[in-house]
């Protein structure tokens, strides 16, 4: 119970990679807020059952009202914010294609959600936890922009901003205390990539890719996010840290 008086917001915590996040972090000990546009109330009801104090908020990272709602709710609820995980992002949904393809539309909602919805979230945690003079933010990047994946140019785009702003924010917020680093991942099988094959056409190839040669799951990345969340990484800001089985090796 290394979290035990912590408070973590996990957005994109309704299912998938956010919500093994989540519960993880409420197993640590923490009070956990989940943040999603659907399947937040379930999800805060289960991590209830299991024992933990939890908050179902549904937010749209994308909205500069939503967020800014979600930290004063979080702070209304338990008093204040000491982590936020920022795991929400459009991904299962985005069609695979050439370049060229991509519509226009898809490109600015994409960065949208996925680059300007954690600057959001970030900007909405930063008062509190300046005030505490500590905090820690962790940003879901993936593996793609460091392998360079093709046929993906715009989300490969956004999670290269992800690790960017995160050792921008990184300089910008150690003096407060605050640390901010980024988890990699590689394909990771949820029941969201389940249900769109093109995500996983080319599965086999990816995993072939990996000194690990298996499938990656949500549980594979939960105890990256809880030792980024604890006390043993107080002295490690601005890193990318890939968890793909040895695919992308820095």
């Known amino acids: 119970m290394s979290l035990r008086g912590r408070t973590a917001i996990v957005t994109g915590a309704g299912r998938g990679i956010g919500k093994a996040m989540a519960a993880r972090l409420a197993a640590d000990g923490a009070s956990v807020t989940v943040a999603d546009i659907a399947g937040y109330d379930v999800a805060a009801a289960d991590l209830a059952k299991a024992g933990a104090r939890a908050l179902g908020l549904k937010v749209d990272v994308s909205s500069e009202a939503e967020t800014e709602s979600m930290a004063a709710e979080t702070l209304r609820a338990f ?29 600015k909602r994409l960065l949208e959600i996925n680059v300007v919805g954690v600057a959001l979230c970030c900007r909405a945690v930063t008062p509190q936890m300046r005030r505490q003079k500590s905090g820690r933010i962790i940003n879901l990047a993936s593996g793609a922009p460091l392998k360079g994946v093709p046929h993906f140019l715009h989300y490969i785009a956004s999670k290269g901003a992800v690790i960017a702003m995160t050792r921008g924010l990184a300089r910008e917020l150690g003096a407060d205390g605050i640390t901010v680093n980024a988890i990699a991942p590689g394909l990771t099988v949820t029941e969201a990539t389940r249900a769109r094959p093109e995500h996983l056409r080319n599965h ?47």
């Open 204 to 250: 086999a190839e990816s995993i072939r890719a990996r000194a690990i040669q298996r499938e990656e799951h949500p549980d594979d990345l939960i105890g990256a996010v809880s030792f980024l969340a604890g006390d043993d990484a107080a002295f490690v800001t601005g890193q990318t840290l890939a968890v793909d089985g040895g695919s992308a090796m820095l």
């Open 79 to 107: 008093g204040r914010i000491d982590i936020l995980v920022n795991c929400a992002a459009m991904f299962a949904g985005v069609k695979i294609g050439p370049f060229e393809e991509i519509p226009a539309e898809e490109w």
